[in-house]
């Protein structure tokens, strides 16, 4: 047994522990502390309505850090590989809360008819069509981006990485940004409809729209012409 052998997983555990208590403990405790302040603020009489409210603005802030981070090494001239710890642990937060407001929001409205989220029955007739209203486009995109969050969360690992290889793995992983595009159609489909009392959030959610936008074609720009050095 090499040393390289013996000391591999002792570095594994160190990690481990790292990115338990610099990135998952820090995160948690974020997270709950933004989830009982939205939960408890909110006027919805209802228990579900304040537990959804609050899962969506975590999950977006969540989302948007993640697709952040390697821009902002970028500007900042820092290197940016293909996988980093903090940009991994970050997305798997934004993806588990994100699924956790999928199901949830499931019991919102309608409750115990779900299916009447994406189609409805014609009155008078038995068979069911697919919403056309923009009620039925937020829950659409909602769940289109739901499904690629469960994919990259499966793959949101080491042993995806190896598997798969980086360019193929790299490839799979940049569909976070379709994610992102549906996220926005779906709290569009959400907010219009909705009443001026949430107008604070709706300035949120444009002003992480913008930086993330913003941010990541600066990056963009930045890795595809980069600024020359003189002299």
């Not at 603020?41 to 948007?64: E, N």
């Amino acid at each position: 047994m090499t040393d390289a052998t013996i000391q591999r997983p002792a570095a594994l555990r160190r990690r481990t522990r790292h990115r338990i208590l610099i990135h998952h403990l820090p995160v948690l405790l974020t997270s709950l502390i933004v989830y009982v302040a939205l939960y408890y603020t909110r006027p919805y009489k209802d228990a579900i309505a304040r537990a959804s409210f609050a899962t969506a603005y975590i999950a977006l802030g969540f989302l948007v850090a993640s697709l952040l981070i390697g821009p902002w090494k970028t500007l900042r001239k820092k290197p940016s590989p293909v996988s980093t710890d903090l940009r991994r642990d970050v997305g798997i937060w934004a993806g588990t809360i994100s699924i956790l407001h999928s199901v949830i929001g499931q019991m919102v409205h309608l409750r115990g008819r779900p299916w009447l989220y994406y189609l409805y029955t014609s009155r008078g007739q038995h068979h069911l069509q697919l919403r056309r209203d923009l009620f039925g486009f937020a829950n659409d995109t909602g769940l289109l981006a739901a499904l690629i969050v469960v994919v990259l969360l499966a793959t949101s690992n080491d042993l995806a990485l190896r598997s798969f290889g980086t360019p193929r793995w790299k490839q799979l992983q940049r569909w976070n940004y379709a994610a992102f595009i549906l996220v926005v159609a779906h709290i569009v489909g959400y907010q219009l409809p909705q009443r001026p009392i949430v107008m604070p959030f709706h300035v949120i959610a444009a002003l992480c729209v913008l930086v993330t936008v913003g941010v990541q074609t600066a990056g963009f720009i930045s890795r595809r012409w980069p600024i020359q050095q003189l002299g």
